[in-house]
């Protein structure tokens, strides 16, 4: 058997000429999704979503996040405040020392800071144009006590804007969980799969979750924002993966994010996988 093998090119132009390529540098039978995660498409990189939350009673939908309520996205870019609700979250503390924001500014570009904890003392940012955080993870920690381990926040750690939390970490967390995502500028997204789960202690937990977005039909509600239904998944205390047969499109500026409906005090979780790509 040959030791090479012949693979269409996979430009942004649609180049279809051929590459030759030798199987040490990758499988013999690929697909697109494989050559954005090794990047071998120019202009195209993995993009996803993971949001968490304990969700009390019944309640309907409900953004899929760790805060209890998901603000209304700004339309404009401003400085965000952070604290913790601990006093071990700080510099040389043995909690969350400090967290890495990736977020879009206000002309929707991705931009990224690393934010120095203060324990419950606020600490602004250095950008003043902060439209959306995608994520926020640790960045540097402590050793961690008890039952929180090492490398997690000691209290919640809140990310403000005009007294509005915006985004969280949990106590014994190491990141946001949010199942919202903004497509940056020069980019639309596409949303390849999702899964979805739902676990409670006592009783069987009944939950809807939809996939929601803030565009429909190439209309794009901003502002204020408005979140349209594109499919949805049933769980009983149980998860599911579904593959789209052809991926969803989503433009610059666009919230996509999973909702859920549910019956009974449960988890849920929900995550969407895909990538985005140059315009």
Not at 117 to 128: E, H, K, N, Q, R
Not at 256 to 261: C, G, I, N, P, Q
Request: hydrophobic letters at 35%.
């Amino acid at each position: 058997m040959s030791s090479q093998g012949i693979r269409l090119s996979t430009s942004k132009k649609g180049d279809t000429s051929h590459e030759l390529v030798t199987r040490l540098d990758r499988l013999p039978v690929d697909n697109i999704n494989n050559d954005i995660g090794r990047g071998n498409v120019q202009g195209a990189k993995y993009f996803s979503s993971f949001g968490s939350a304990s969700v009390q009673g019944a309640g309907s939908k409900r953004i899929v996040s760790t805060q209890a309520s998901f603000p209304d996205p700004l339309t404009s870019g401003t400085q965000f405040s952070f604290r913790s609700t601990s006093g071990n979250d700080i510099a040389n503390g043995i909690g969350i020392r400090s967290i890495e924001i990736h977020y879009l500014d206000n002309e929707l570009e991705e931009q990224s800071e690393i934010i120095t904890m203060a324990g419950a003392s606020l600490v602004t940012s250095v950008a003043t144009d902060i439209r959306f955080i995608n994520e926020m993870h640790v960045y540097t920690f402590g050793s961690g006590s008890g039952s929180i381990g090492r490398g997690h926040a000691q209290g919640i750690i809140t990310a403000l804007a005009f007294g509005v939390v915006r985004s969280t970490i949990m106590i014994n967390q190491r990141l946001q969980k949010s199942s919202a995502r903004m497509v940056p500028k020069g980019k639309r997204l596409f949303v390849a799969d999702t899964t979805v789960g739902s676990s409670s202690g006592s009783a069987d937990a009944r939950c809807t979750f939809t996939l929601v977005a803030s565009q429909y039909n190439s209309k794009l509600f901003d502002d204020p924002f408005l979140f349209i239904p594109y499919n949805a998944m049933s769980t009983q205390d149980s998860s599911v993966l579904f593959t789209l047969p052809v991926p969803l499109q989503f433009s610059e500026g666009t919230v996509v994010a999973f909702e859920v409906s549910h019956d009974k005090t449960c988890t849920v979780e929900a995550a969407f996988h895909g990538w985005i790509e140059d315009v």
